[in-house]
């Protein structure tokens, strides 16, 4: 039987730092991602949404840079605890897990084998320094790995505004997210293309948007956008948006 290195690894590291689940924080055996009392109430909404624009309930079409969005879970506990200890502990479970799950959706819609590279959603350099890691990086590493796809984080750039993107209303997050993100002039192999673009949360979308409209200035034939969680719309609030 042949052990992955990968695993070595986590069975040493489970010695010195007890392996948790992301969601509960409960201890949990070294090869497991998730308890399995958080992983049955992490309902997998995938199939529920539009392949096209990610939603429960849709969105104009006609307004979207990117050509499909998969997301996995609605963004309601206990995935929403994963997250965050994946975004502010680097607790990568979360995303090991997701990456098979978000590979078996993008076998279903044929772009698999397709995709030609992947990349994340940039972050500033300013918040970079503070946070020390990108959680967007570190799924779309562990996509590339499960689709065996060659991974580049440095597609795009990012300038940040001066408020915080999720203190903005929806109107102004769209207008931010435009001026925010930049093709890099010195990474721009992308042309003709497929590129999965990977994100951690997916709510007004306009953040994926803004970064899909970048790769296809650069060139990219298409862009999929993946992220782990949605946002779950109601008919009303679509309605009046």
């Not at 007890?18 to 924080?25: E, F, I, L, M, T």
């Not at 929806?170 to 192999?189: G, L, W």
Request: with cysteine; glycine share 2%.
């Amino acid at each position: 039987m042949k052990v992955s290195l990968h695993s070595v690894r986590k069975y040493i590291t489970d010695i010195f730092l007890p392996n948790r689940c992301p969601a509960c924080s409960k201890l949990i055996k070294w090869d497991m991602l998730l308890c399995n009392e958080c992983k049955s109430r992490m309902h997998l909404a995938a199939d529920e949404l539009c392949s096209v624009c990610g939603r429960n309930v849709c969105s104009d079409h006609s307004q979207l840079a990117f050509d499909n969005c998969i997301a996995l879970f609605y963004y309601e506990q206990p995935t929403i605890n994963a997250i965050y200890a994946l975004k502010h502990n680097k607790a990568v479970n979360l995303a090991e897990y997701s990456a098979s799950l978000l590979k078996k959706q993008l076998e279903k819609l044929g772009i698999a084998d397709k995709a030609d590279l992947v990349t994340s959603v940039p972050m500033s350099k300013k918040k970079l320094r503070k946070r020390r890691y990108n959680q967007a990086e570190i799924i779309a590493k562990c996509l590339s790995q499960s689709l065996d796809k060659p991974f580049d984080a440095h597609l795009l750039l990012h300038s940040p505004s001066l408020t915080e993107h999720h203190k903005l209303s929806k109107a102004d997050r769209v207008t931010d997210a435009q001026s925010s993100y930049f093709p890099n002039p010195k990474h721009n192999a992308v042309k003709g293309k497929t590129v999965i673009l990977c994100d951690d949360v997916y709510t007004t979308g306009a953040t994926v948007n803004a970064c899909a409209k970048c790769l296809k200035q650069m060139g990219a034939k298409r862009v999929v956008a993946v992220c782990i969680a949605a946002a779950k719309l109601e008919e009303r609030r679509y309605e009046d948006s």
